[in-house]
Every structure is written in C-alpha cells, then in structure tokens.
C-alpha cells in the first residue's frame, strides 16, 4: 500500500451535546488540545464516559466543534475527508457483500481511486493477511477476520490518517492479543498517522508512540505519556520489560485517582 500520513492540532477542543430534559448541555470535551505527529501512532485510554469516541468523531469531522477547531497538516476540519479513514468497533460490514466486496466499497465513492481499484484492493487484503477469504461474506468470518476486512476497506481508501475506535472490543482475549500485533505491523507498513481508543492500560501501551490519558467527563487532557519501547513489540515479551510496568502503573495511578475523585465527590447542592 502507498505510504502517506498526516499531523493532527487540536486546539481548545469543546463538543457540548443538547439535552432534551434541561437547559445545561452536557460537555463530552472541554478544552482539549494536543498534537499528532506525521506518522505517529496515538492511544487515548480514559474511563467509560470520558468523550474518547467524541474525540475521533471530531477528528473524523462526523460532529462540529462547540468551540476550538482540529487541523489536518494545516487546514481545518470542516467534515468528513479521504485522508482520514475511520474504523469502528462492531466491524460496520454490509452482511450482503464478500469480502472483496466490502473493501471495494472503500473506493467507489472516489472517482479518482477508481482506476487501478483491483490492485489497491488486493494489496489492502493482502497486507491485512485476508488472502483466500476475497469470496468469503461476514457471517462466514470470525471476529478478527471481520475486523481486518473493516481495516483493508479503510486502508484502501489511501488515507493518511487512519481513526480507530476500540476495534477489537468485540473479539475474545486471544483474538485481541494476535491482532494489536497485526494493527501495529499493519500501521507500520502502511506509514499512516493513526489514533486508537481503548479502554485497555496494557493496549495503550503495547501499541502507541505515546498515551494520552483522558480525565472524566467532561474529558480533558490530564497526561501525555511517551512509549520509549523499541519495536516490535510482542505482547506477553513486552508485558514483562520493567519500562512496560513502569508506564502501565503510572497510567493506572492517574485512571485511578481521578475515578475515586469523581465518584467521591460531594453531590452538587
């Protein structure tokens, strides 16, 4: 697949959502900034509630800013874009296409990928190891093969950044862990810029370049973690390198601490 990628500026980020019974709205952000680099892997791990999947929409320009703006190498986001590609959670797959098929649909709203689509096409299967499954349909898929069908179909788009929401809450443990190794020789080798949100501490820190830890509602900022672990990194050999615990632990205590702040808060009067 053709390399590319794109840095990312979040600047004062606050999303606020009306609410039918009252006139407060409630504030999934407020005043979220960082940056992602050209090329850089990002995780946002935070608890349940805390507006990580309003983060990537954002980004992924499917919902407007309430205030602040996100910049794509520059320019604004004003919409959805073909350098950012998203991939859900619960695959997001027409049950009525193959395989084939549903990556295909990847390029057909994009006239000027259309010409050469096969080739993209297979090297999007190829590269996310679905080779011999092109004729398959989801419901003859296991979890993690559909999941790579959702990756190749966003992967044969050519974007430059790809937006991940937890995409592998819907597969078992095993399946998981043999897939953040997939992702993480996927994203490498097709040199996107790429964000991952999770509510998992240990693939957070398996996969990303850094780790944004995200507060509760409204989410915010509390920490950006660098990730100095050389790669590759295999699951269960990393788990145990001292530096992997070492930022695990610091993640948990910030998790942690803010949930006990936030359920031991005093009841507004």
């Given at each position: 697949?053709?390399?590319?990628?794109?840095?990312?500026?979040?600047?004062d980020?606050?999303?606020?959502?009306?609410?039918?019974?009252?006139?407060?709205?409630?504030?999934?952000?407020?005043?979220?900034?960082?940056?992602?680099?050209?090329?850089?892997?990002l995780?946002?791990?935070?608890?349940?509630?805390?507006?990580k999947?309003?983060?990537?929409?954002?980004?992924?320009?499917?919902?407007?800013?309430?205030e602040?703006?996100?910049?794509?190498?520059?320019?604004?986001?004003?919409?959805?874009?073909?350098?950012?590609?998203?991939?859900?959670?619960?695959?997001?797959?027409?049950?009525?296409?193959?395989?084939?098929?549903?990556?295909?649909f990847?390029?057909?709203?994009?006239?000027?990928?259309?010409?050469?689509?096969?080739?993209?096409?297979?090297?999007?299967?190829?590269l996310?190891?679905?080779?011999?499954?092109?004729?398959?349909?989801?419901?003859?898929?296991?979890?993690?093969?559909?999941?790579?069908?959702?990756?190749?179909?966003?992967?044969?788009?050519?974007?430059?950044?790809?937006?991940?929401?937890?995409?592998?809450?819907?597969?078992?443990?095993?399946?998981?862990?043999?897939?953040?190794?997939?992702?993480?020789?996927?994203?490498?080798?097709?040199?996107?810029?790429?964000?991952?949100?999770?509510?998992?501490?240990?693939?957070?820190?398996?996969?990303?370049?850094?780790?944004?830890v995200?507060?509760?509602?409204?989410?915010?900022?509390?920490?950006?973690?660098?990730?100095?672990?050389?790669?590759?990194?295999?699951?269960?050999?990393?788990?145990?390198?001292?530096?992997?615990?070492?930022?695990?632990?610091?993640?948990?205590?910030?998790?942690?601490?803010?949930?006990?702040?936030?359920?031991?808060?005093?009841?507004?009067?």
């Open positions: 697949m053709p390399s590319g990628a794109a840095s990312i500026q979040i600047e980020l606050t999303v606020a959502y009306p609410r039918a019974r009252s006139e407060q709205p409630l504030i999934a952000l407020w005043r979220v900034g960082m940056s992602v680099n050209e090329g850089e892997f995780t946002v791990v935070g608890p349940s509630g805390c507006g999947t309003t983060l990537l929409n954002a980004i992924a320009g499917l919902i407007q800013p309430t602040g703006r996100i910049l794509v190498d520059g320019r604004p986001v004003v919409g959805p874009g073909p350098e950012r590609a998203v991939v859900f959670q619960d695959y997001a797959l027409f049950p009525w296409r193959t395989a084939w098929d549903n990556v295909k990847g390029v057909e709203e994009q006239p000027h990928l259309r010409r050469g689509a096969d080739e993209r096409i297979r090297a999007a299967i190829d996310v190891g679905l080779s011999g499954f092109e004729k398959a349909y989801p419901r003859e898929l296991s979890g993690g093969m559909r999941q790579r069908v959702g990756l190749a179909r966003a992967l044969v788009a050519e974007p430059k950044i790809l937006l991940m929401d937890e995409p592998f809450a819907a597969v078992d443990a095993m399946t998981r862990e043999v897939m953040q190794g997939e992702l993480e020789r996927i994203v490498a080798e097709s040199g996107k810029t790429a964000i991952l949100i999770t509510h998992s501490i240990d693939e957070a820190v398996l996969l990303g370049d850094r780790v944004v995200a507060t509760t509602r409204p989410g915010r900022v509390k920490a950006v973690l660098p990730v100095p672990i050389p790669r590759p990194r295999r699951g269960q050999d990393v788990k145990g390198v001292p530096l992997f615990i070492q930022i695990r632990e610091q993640i948990w205590d910030l998790l942690q601490n803010d949930v006990l702040d936030h359920v031991g808060a005093a009841p507004e009067s």
